[in-house]
């Protein structure tokens, strides 16, 4: 059993993440910005040193999962300040709480660090190829990733750094600023009007399963790696929202489709071969059945009949 803190753990991923742990029996703590009436919940703004300090001189911590972020292109447009704060001075504090104390990460990156790249998108494109982040985001989780292969050259800190595509699923709640998913849940739950551009696909993770392969890498960590978590089919955007439509037993009348986004990738082709081999990465479940619960989550949690 290893002693775990998951940062923002209050968020989509961490709670799912959480509770895949504990039920492999490990000691699970969660901090967050937010509050929790969990017993194991420590209240803490990434952004504070002093607030991750407090909590592991008072906790002996084998591993974090850091997952605290503020996400969303537009949100890092309209909220820049608490971006780049949270995203990367929080990252960094984390680092150096990391140097002083010696626990081990699992970071939270983002597909988002592929940028403008339209091939197959393999762990070491970065590495290899120019890339050009596009938007503020995209960049703090670039920016983030490097501060961690720093500081693991600088001091021997040791992380894996894990790159997520488009996760989904029960516990993400709506803002104007979250993924396609639950903005299309919720807008169609509400019969309100939403937008699909054309020309875009993706592919699309549950989060339990997910949250399955981040557990597992506790099973083999192996410090300096980076896994891509995607899946290996792809859905245009408007796929997804006629799936929507479907389990919401509705038309697209509220649907306005438009040509491609502006400063959006097309098409993100996900290579995740090695998280398959190294870390037992798994997409068990299909899109079509992952709406469809994710719709039943949003039905309870926003208290809307069927």
Known sequence: MSRILVTGGQGFIGTNLSN???????????????????????????????????????????????????????????????????????????????????????????????????????????????????????ITKWSNELQIINSAEMHGTESVRVRLFNVYGPHEHYSPYRGVVPVFIYKALHNLPYTVFKGHKRTFEFVEDIARTFASILDNFNAGEVYNLGSETQYSIEELSGLVQKHLGQADSLVEFKGEEAFTTRFKIADSSKAKKEINHRITVPLDEGIERTVEWFRKAYRVEG
Request: a negative charge.
């Open 20 to 138: 895949e742990l504990r039920k492999r029996g490990h000691e699970v703590w969660r901090c967050d910005i937010l509050h929790s009436t969990d017993p194991q919940f420590i209240r803490c703004d990434v952004g504070s040193y002093r607030h991750l300090e407090r909590i592991f001189e008072k906790h002996e911590i084998d591993y974090v999962y850091h997952a605290a972020a503020e996400y969303g292109r537009w949100n890092g447009e309209d909220h820049y300040e608490n971006l780049w704060i949270t995203n990367c001075v929080g990252t960094k504090n984390v680092l150096t709480a990391q140097k002083k104390f010696g626990f081990k990460m699992i970071f939270f990156g983002s597909a988002e660090v592929y940028g403008d790249y339209d091939g197959v998108m393999k762990e070491d494109v970065v590495d290899n190829i120019p890339i050009k982040q596009m938007n503020d985001y995209a």
